[in-house]
T-cell receptor
């Protein structure tokens, strides 16, 4: 089976812009979770989608949003980018939460 | 809310020494998972424990889930340079469907 894929792998944006990140889960996985990883902050949970519905949400501002499509692919959007949004954004898929998650390689976002 | 604390944050060991990282939850968990992230990589699932008092081994790695299902540990015997990375525990709640990650323990191994 192909693993979790994320696009793009690297992104440079300017403050105030918006960005959309994409995640394609492992075939058959219906749950997709998104995490933000910064040095010293570990893995901060953003949200989880299951069958196109947001099932859980972390403590991030409304600038962070996501969605899931009928084929389980998911997108994450960040509007009005701030310097502090620079991070590695990881998506993970699983058959369901809270079971084992398979992470993608991540999207490295740099906000200047 | 549910919190998962992991200690220590960093550990430097000499190759051949043992290493242990500990994970504690503020609430009872339905399962505990462990992940390893190599430098520059992404977290990779290692194992899941679901039963109270469960112990599982993977070669030199031993994973334990506490009797109260609130704590867990990962022990590596005779570390090797290939063990370098950050080890995360993640506590799951079947009630909420949430999986909460600990802050991770970064292991450095000196050859």
């Amino acid at each position: 089976k192909a693993g979790v894929t994320q696009t793009p792998r690297y992104l440079i944006k300017t403050r105030g812009q918006q960005v959309t990140l994409s995640c394609s889960p492992i075939s058959g996985h219906r749950s997709v979770s998104w995490y933000q990883q910064t040095p010293g902050q570990g893995l901060q949970f953003l949200f989880e989608y299951f069958s196109e519905t947001q099932r859980n949400k972390g403590n991030f501002p409304g600038r962070f949003s996501g969605r899931q499509f009928s084929n389980s692919r998911s997108e994450m959007n960040v509007s009005t980018l701030e310097l502090g949004d620079s991070a590695l954004y990881l998506c993970a898929s699983s058959t369901s939460s809270p079971y084992e998650q398979y992470f993608g390689p991540g999207t490295r976002l740099t906000v200047t | 809310g549910q919190q998962v604390m992991q200690i220590p944050q960093y550990q430097h060991v000499q190759e051949g020494e043992d290493f242990t990282t500990y994970c504690n939850s503020s609430t009872t968990l339905s399962n505990i998972q462990w992940y390893k992230q190599r430098p520059g990589g992404h977290p990779v699932f290692l194992i899941q424990l679901v039963k109270s008092g469960e112990v599982k081994k993977q070669k030199r790695l031993t994973f334990q889930f506490g009797e109260a299902k609130k704590n867990s540990s990962l022990h590596i015997t005779a570390t090797q340079t290939t063990d370098v990375g950050t080890y995360f525990c993640a506590g799951g709640s079947s009630n909420t469907g949430k999986l909460i990650f600990g802050q991770g323990t970064t292991l450095q191994v000196k050859p």
